[in-house]
Structure formats: C-alpha cells, structure tokens
C-alpha cells in the first residue's frame, strides 16, 4: 500500500506545482506520512484517517504562516497614490469639451470635473479619483485671510 501513499504524494506535488495556491503540498505530505504508517499498521482506513487528520492539521497549523506572505493583499501603489492629491491645472478644464490637464508629482494627466464647471488654469484642485487615463478633480476651496 505504500506505493499508492508515494505515488498521490507525487500526483499532489505536480498539482501544487500546477497551482498558485499552497494547500495541495500539505495533501501530499499527508501521504508521505500516511506512507510512513502503511510500514506499521496494514489497515487502509487507518492510514486513510491518517491522511485526512494529518493534512488538515497541517493546512490549518500553517495557514497563519502563509498568510504572512499573502502577496494578494492590495497595497496602493502608482495611481492609486494619486486620490487626494493636490494638482496644478495646467490648461483649462472644461468638462463640456471634455478637455483639461493637470499636473502632479510633476506628470501631466488629462482632466475632468464632476460638476459642470470651468476650472482656470493655475488654479489649485484636488484629485478625487482616477478612470482609466482620466483624473477627476475638485476645486479646492479658497479661504478667504480678510
């Protein structure tokens, strides 16, 4: 029975090769370790029951050590960095023309304005969002020193 327990601990390792994820390696552990008992103990529902608890002792015991390495987490980078940023309107933004520019962090985006408005040139904006090749931005309000 041992060669069955090796040749699933195979077939799990070409599986988690074939995967991003890293739960089919402890699947092929789980049948080394059940190959280990199969020298000990012949009967097949024992090793299987050791397969099952040894694998899934093995995925939840070690699931807080993968999540440490989760490179799925959404860490804002490039433009999403943008959102709230204050900007330079560099040209004219009229949002009817559908024309505009701004600049930040010394690059130049086109430029919209949510509300139907020109926005002069030289006027300070905040950006509030970011549509594909498009900054929307807000006028930002002007405090009054009198």
């Known amino acids: 029975m041992w060669q069955i327990w090796l ?7 070409i599986i988690e090769i074939a995967t991003t994820g890293f739960l089919v390696f402890w699947l092929s552990i789980g ?4 190959m280990v008992v199969s020298f000990f103990i012949p009967s097949v529902e024992f090793q299987t029951a050791v397969f099952v608890i040894a694998s899934t002792i093995l995925i939840f015991a070690t699931r ?3 999540d440490k390495f989760d490179t799925k987490k959404v860490v804002p980078t490039n433009v999403y960095t943008l959102n ?5 309107v560099v040209d004219e933004i009229n949002t009817t023309d559908g024309k505009g520019l701004i600049k930040v962090n010394g690059e130049t985006w086109s430029a919209l304005c949510d509300e139907n408005t020109t926005i002069e040139k030289g006027t300070e904006v905040e950006i509030v969002k970011i549509e594909g090749v498009k900054a929307y ?3 930002l309000a002007v405090t ?3």
């Open 7 to 13: 040749i699933l601990a195979g077939v799990f390792l």
């Open 31 to 34: 049948s080394l370790i059940s």
């Open 64 to 66: 807080p050590f993968v």
């Open 84 to 88: 709230g940023k204050k900007a330079i």
């Open 137 to 139: 931005v807000k006028r």
């Open 144 to 146: 009054s020193t009198k």
